[in-house]
């Protein structure tokens, strides 16, 4: 099946510094790579995703690559600010079922 | 609008005793239902998923099960539980048009004692 890895596990990054946090996946037939934000205590909402027909793709202040031939992709924050910080998940899917990686914890220090 | 909606928001268990969570879906129709499993500084590990009335897909051998007798409801049990199946637990539903994002429920923290 799908494995997922991602990296770093945690991420402390001074205010209006940018994050990126990486993720690589094993099956190639992955087509579907979203990413989630869970804050304490709360569910996971997502902030940005990409299909494998797409290099990168931005939303304000958050963009996302992927790499098909390397079988990696990554999310980049940039201009962060405290309300960032939360625990990041990637995942890979394909038919409607996701893999997620084990999350990245990111503070933003003010 | 859709919603999900999972419940109860904590529950505490003796080892041993039996689990039911369940989780309803409004809004829309034949959702892809999930039931997903997150440990302490870990990752979502997906439990079981089901495409339809009945149709329980399971991805990790274990103690629990999954059943899904309405097109919005999916119920997750145990007959016993163990003090390993304490975790935060979430339901989620996709459209069933694939590749699109995952709507998380409030989740559930389980712990077994």
């Known amino acids: 099946g799908e494995n997922v890895e991602q990296h770093p596990s945690t991420l402390s990054v001074q205010e209006g510094d940018s994050a990126v946090i990486k993720c690589t996946y094993s099956?190639?037939?992955?087509?579907?790579f979203p990413w989630y934000k869970q804050e304490l205590g709360k569910r996971p909402q997502l902030i940005i995703d990409?299909?494998?027909?797409?290099g990168e793709k931005k939303d304000q202040r958050i963009a996302v690559t992927l790499n098909k031939t390397a079988k990696h992709f990554s999310l980049h924050i940039t201009e962060t600010q405290p309300e960032d910080s939360a625990v990041y998940f990637c995942a890979a899917g394909k038919g409607g079922k996701s893999t997620f990686g084990d999350g990245t914890t990111l503070t933003v220090k003010p | 609008s859709q919603t999900i909606h999972q419940w109860p928001a904590t529950l505490v268990q003796p080892v041993g005793s039996p689990l039911s969570l369940e989780c309803t879906v409004e809004g829309t129709s034949n959702p892809n239902l999930y039931w997903y499993r997150q440990a302490a500084g870990r990752g979502l590990q997906l439990l079981f998923y089901?495409?339809?009335?009945?149709?329980i897909s399971s991805e990790v051998p274990q103690n629990l099960s999954a059943s899904r007798p309405q097109d919005r409801q999916f119920i997750l049990s145990s007959k016993k539980l163990l003090l390993s199946d304490s975790g935060f637990y979430l339901c989620a539903w996709r459209s069933f048009l694939m590749n699109t994002e995952a709507f998380f429920g409030q989740g559930t923290r389980l712990t077994v004692v």
């Open positions: 099956d190639s037939a992955s087509n579907y």
């Open positions: 990409i299909r494998s027909n797409v």
């Open positions: 089901s495409v339809g009335i009945g149709q």
